[in-house]
Nanobody, 119 residues
Framework: QVQLVESGGGLVQAGGSLRLSCAAS????????MGWYRQGPGKQRELVAS???????NYGDSVKGRFTISRDNAKNTVYLQMNSLKPEDTAVYYC?????????????WGQGTQVTVSS
């Protein structure tokens, strides 16, 4: 089990930057995949970016080239650097971690942090 706490959200103008942090309550060395998801008003939750223990990253098409995910295992923290923000990036951003158990993968979620991009 793991508790995830996001921080770093806020209000920013279009073209600006924010860095989100996701602090885990335990070592993330063994958490197979850490990811950021977002849910905008009236939209379904979607993948923003993910990173595996081996450092392999995956990004949603709408954020490629603008967002960067990274993990600091020593600090049990995952980051999402968001540059060139657009109003359509406005959403609640959630951190998630996938932990492998025998025969099953369990996903844990943080409580979310609001990101609002003004035009």
């Amino acid at each position: 089990q793991v508790q995830l706490v996001e921080s770093g959200g806020g209000l920013v103008q279009a073209g600006g930057s924010l860095r989100l942090s996701c602090a885990a309550s335990r070592s993330i060395d063994s958490i197979k995949t850490m990811g950021w998801y977002r849910q905008g008003p009236g939209k379904q939750r979607e993948l923003v970016a993910s990173i595996t223990t081996g450092g392999t990253t995956n990004y949603g098409d709408s954020v490629k080239g603008r967002f960067t995910i990274s993990r600091d295992n020593a600090k049990n923290t995952v980051y999402l650097q968001m540059n060139s923000l657009k109003p359509e990036d406005t959403a609640v951003y959630y951190c998630a971690g996938d932990i492998l158990k025998p025969g099953v993968s369990i996903r844990y979620w943080g409580q979310g942090t609001q990101v609002t991009v003004s035009s």
